[in-house]
C-alpha cells in the first residue's frame, strides 16, 4: 500500500481511572522500511507509550485507544491471541532501559535466548542454542560460549544490554523498538551500545524506533528526529534538519539546554514552567504557556502544521518566520 | 576572596581567604561484602582509596567519573554520612574529629541529592522539611528562615509552603531541597548528580539558580555529575575518578582542550557528538569499567588503556602536577619521565 514499514494515523491513546490521562494526542507518524527515528521528548511527552502501543503492551482495562496503526500492512489494534504472539517478537521487538529487569534472573542467557527462537522459528533446542551463540557473536560479547551459561546476575549492565539486543534481534524482526536503552549505562559503555545498534541495523536493515531524551544519543544513531511534547509531534525532519535548523520553539530550547556550546558563566535561556498535565485533552498549543513567542492565536486553537518539505513538519505558527527572523 | 552570608547566624570564616574551605587528604573507604559461594569470605569493596584534593573559598570543583568510580562516596565521607576508614578531612582549617565535631561540620556543609523524593521526610509540608534543620541546630527565626529561602528558590510561600513533596514536581522538589541545603547557612554544598533526575528543559533552570545562589550567598560547590557537559558549564575546575582514584585534577578550560589522562581522554571522546554530520566512529573504549571488589594491580586503568606497557602494571603512578607548579594534575606513567614508560614525556595522546 503505501509501502511504509509503520504507519501511525490519529492515535489516541487516553489512561482512565482515578483521573484521565491524554498520553498521545492525534499523533501521526509514518518510518520506511530500514529507517532509524529516534522520538525525543522530556519525560511524561509520550515517546514511551507510543512504543508500547506498538507492541500492543498497554493494559487494555484502563486505556482508550483510537487510530490506526499499521506495521508492515499488519492492522497492529486488531491483533489477539496467537496472531499477537506471533507479531511480538518476530515482526516488532523491543529493548528496555533496565536489562537486569527485562531479562529472568533463574535462566541462563543462553536458555532465555532459545526460549524465543524455538517458540516463534519451532526448531529444536540445539538449534536454538546454536542461534543463540551466533546472535551473542554478532553483538560482539566477548567469550560468546562461556556467556551463554551465564545467568543475568554474572553480567555487568553494557554486557546484559548486548544480550538483550541479541535477544530482541534473534528472531530477525523488521521493526526494533529501542526505549531509553543506553540512559542506565556509563558514557564509555553507552557510546560502545550506540555504535552496536548503528552497526547491526544497518547489517539486518531493520527499521529502528529509538526513544531518548538526550539529543546527543539521537544524533548518534538515527537518521530521522521526531520531537515529542505533551503527546504530540512538534516537529519532525532529518536528524540534520532537526539539528541545525530547528523550527519548533521547543525544539530550539532544548537544544540550548543540552549546554553542548554553553558558555561557561553565561545565563542559560531556559525554557521556563513545566510541561502540562494533560488532564484534558489539548485544544490549543500545548506550549504557547511555556513559549517565548506565543500570542494570543496560540492559545486560542492548535497550531497549524507547516510542511516545509517532504517529510518534514513543524506544529507551530511561527515555524516559518523563523527562517526570517534570524 | 571576601565571603559574606546574607542571612544570619552563618559560620564566620575562620582560616582567612587563603586557607582552602576544605582539604581532603588520602580519604579512603572500603566497604565489605560477603563473597565465595556460602557467602564466608568477607571481601572488600575498594570504594575510595586514597583520594586528596583541595577546594578554594569561592570555586566550584566538578567531580566526574563513571559508576562505581567512588565519587558519591566521596561526597557522603565529606559531609560524615559514612565513617571514613583512614585519611584526613579539613574544613576550613580545622580538622573533623579533631578540632571539628561532625555537628558543626555539617553547619558548614549540606548536600544534595539525586533522588528529590527519597531525600524528602514524605510526612513533613515543605516548610516545616526547609526549618527542620535550622531548628534542631537552634537558629534564630526557623519558619521565617524557610520561607524567605522558598521565596528565593522561586517558590511562592504562599502557594507551596502547607504542600507535601508527592504534591509538586520534580523540579521543584529539587528547589526545596536546595532551600533546605542553604537553611543552614552552609558555605560549602555537595551536590551529588543534583540535577540528572530532572528534565533538560528544567535542569537549565536549577542550573541558573544554583550559579544565581553561588554568587549571592557566596557560596562554594562540590559538583558530582556524569554530564560533562553540565560539570564544565558550572565548574572552576574538574576531578576525574576512576575505580576509587582520582586520575586528574585541571582548571576546567585546561582539561577540556587537553586530557592528560588516557581515561579522561576516552570519557571526553564517549561523549556523543552533537554534530550530524561528524558521528563518532569508534568506541573510545572496549567493555565495561572493572569490579572494585578486586580492582587491576598499578595504575588501575591498564587493563583498558591502550598506551598501558608492564610498569602500569607494576607500579602506582602518582597524582603529580604536569609541570612545576602547574595546576594540571594527572596520575599517569607517561607524564612522569622517571616511570620507566617507554613513551614517558612523549605527547602520545594528541
Not at chain 1, 553480567?155 to 534481534?169: D, E, T, Y
Not at chain 2, 566526574?64 to 584526613?88: F, N
Not at chain 2, 602500569?312 to 602518582?318: D, E, I, Y
Request: charged share 25%; hydrophobic share 40%; proline share 7%.
Amino acid at each position: 500500500m503505501t509501502g511504509n514499514l509503520v504507519d501511525i494515523r490519529n492515535l489516541n491513546v487516553r489512561f482512565t481511572g482515578a483521573r484521565t490521562v491524554h498520553a498521545i494526542n492525534d499523533l501521526t507518524l509514518t518510518l520506511k522500511q530500514g529507517e532509524t527515528l529516534a522520538l525525543l521528548g522530556e519525560s511524561g511527552s509520550g515517546k514511551s507509550v507510543t512504543l508500547k502501543t506498538l507492541l500492543r503492551l498497554l493494559p487494555p482495562k484502563r486505556t482508550q485507544i483510537d487510530g490506526e496503526i499499521e506495521v508492515n500492512g499488519v492492522d497492529v489494534l486488531t491483533l489477539s491471541g496467537k496472531k499477537l504472539q506471533a507479531y511480538r517478537g518476530e515482526e516488532v521487538s523491543m529493548v528496555f532501559q533496565e536489562p537486569g529487569l527485562a531479562l529472568d534472573p533463574v535462566y541462563t542467557v543462553g536458555d532465555q535466548i532459545a526460549e524465543s527462537v524455538m517458540r516463534h522459528k519451532g526448531v529444536r533446542k540445539e538449534e536454538a542454542l546454536s542461534t543463540a551463540l551466533d546472535m551473542l557473536r554478532r553483538v560482539r560479547i566477548p567469550s560468546p560460549e562461556r556467556r551463554l551459561r551465564n545467568y543475568p546476575h554474572e553480567l555487568s549492565g553494557g554486557m546484559l544490554q548486548r544480550v538483550m539486543i541479541a535477544l530482541a534481534l534473534a528472531c530477525r524482526p523488521r521493526l526494533l523498538l529501542a526505549d531509553e536503552p543506553t540512559t542506565a549505562l556509563d558514557a564509555t559503555v553507552q557510546i560502545q551500545i550506540l555504535l552496536l545498534l548503528r552497526d547491526l541495523q544497518r547489517e539486518f536493515g531493520m527499521g529502528v524506533i529509538f526513544v531518548t531524551h538526550d539529543i546527543g544519543v539521537a544524533v548518534e544513531v538515527s537518521e530521522r528526529i521526531a520531537v515529542m511534547y505533551a503527546g504530540q509531534i512538534v516537529e519532525e525532519g532529518t536528524t540534520r534538519e532537526v539539528i541545525k535548523d530547528p523550527r519548533h520553539p521547543y525544539t530550539r530550547g532544548l537544544l540550548a539546554a543540552n549546554l553542548h556550546d554553553a558558555a561557561r558563566g553565561a545565563r542559560l535561556n531556559a525554557i521556563p514552567g513545566a510541561p502540562p498535565s494533560l488532564d484534558t485533552r489539548p485544544d490549543a498549543c500545548s506550549f504557547a504557556p511555556r513559549c517565548p513567542l506565543a500570542e494570543p492565536a496560540c492559545r486560542a486553537a492548535l497550531p497549524p502544521v507547516h510542511v516545509p518539505s517532504d517529510r518534514r513538519r513543524v506544529a507551530c505558527i511561527h515555524a516559518n518566520a523563523f527562517v526570517a527572523a534570524e | 576572596m571576601s565571603v559574606t552570608n546574607p542571612l544570619p547566624d552563618g559560620l564566620a570564616d575562620k582560616g582567612g581567604p587563603a586557607q582552602p574551605l576544605l582539604i581532603v587528604r588520602n580519604l579512603q573507604k572500603y566497604f565489605p561484602v560477603r563473597g565465595g559461594i556460602l557467602g564466608g569470605k568477607k571481601a572488600l569493596v575498594q570504594a575510595v582509596d586514597g583520594v586528596s584534593f583541595e577546594v578554594k573559598k569561592g570555586e566550584t570543583l566538578g567531580i566526574v567519573g563513571e559508576s562505581g568510580c567512588g565519587k558519591s562516596t566521596t561526597a557522603r565521607l565529606l559531609i560524615g554520612l559514612i565513617d571514613k576508614d583512614k585519611g584526613e578531612i579539613i574544613y576550613d582549617g580545622q580538622d573533623l574529629g579533631g578540632t571539628l565535631s561532625l555537628r558543626d561540620l555539617r553547619r558548614g556543609v549540606q548536600m544534595v541529592f539525586q533522588d528529590s523524593y527519597a531525600s524528602l521526610n514524605p510526612r513533613l509540608t515543605i516548610e516545616e522539611s526547609i526549618a527542620f534543620g535550622a531548628r534542631i541546630q537552634g537558629l534564630s527565626d526557623p519558619v521565617g528562615r524557610a520561607r524567605r529561602l522558598m521565596e528565593r528558590v522561586g517558590l511562592a510561600p504562599d502557594r507551596f509552603a502547607q504542600r507535601y513533596p508527592h504534591e509538586v514536581s520534580g523540579g521543584q522538589r529539587q528547589r526545596i531541597n536546595i532551600a533546605r541545603a542553604l537553611a543552614m547557612s552552609p558555605r560549602l554544598v555537595v551536590l551529588d548528580e543534583a540535577v540528572s533526575a530532572l528534565d533538560k528543559s528544567v535542569e537549565a533552570q536549577v542550573l541558573n539558580l544554583l550559579a544565581d545562589l553561588r554568587a549571592e550567598f557566596g557560596l562554594t560547590y562540590i559538583f558530582i555529575s556524569h554530564d560533562l557537559n553540565v560539570v564544565r558549564y558550572i565548574s572552576d575546575r574538574i576531578l576525574v575518578m576512576y575505580l576509587g582514584e582520582v586520575v586528574e585534577i585541571a582548571p576546567v578550560d585546561q582539561i577540556w582542550s587537553s586530557q592528560a589522562h588516557p581515561y579522561t581522554r576516552s570519557l571526553f571522546s564517549a561523549m556523543p557528538s552533537m554534530d550530524p554530520d561528524n558521528r563518532t566512529m569508534e568506541p573510545p573504549l572496549a567493555g565495561d569499567p572493572p569490579n572494585p571488589i578486586n580492582p587491576p594491580s598499578g595504575c588501575r586503568f591498564h587493563t583498558r588503556c591502550r598506551f598501558a606497557e608492564t610498569v602500569c602494571k607494576a607500579k602506582v603512578p602518582t597524582l603529580r602536577p604536569l609541570s612545576v607548579g602547574s595546576e594540571h594534575l594527572a596520575a599517569c606513567h607517561l607524564h612522569d619521565l622517571g616511570s620507566g614508560h617507554s613513551k614517558a614525556g612523549k605527547d602520545v595522546l594528541a
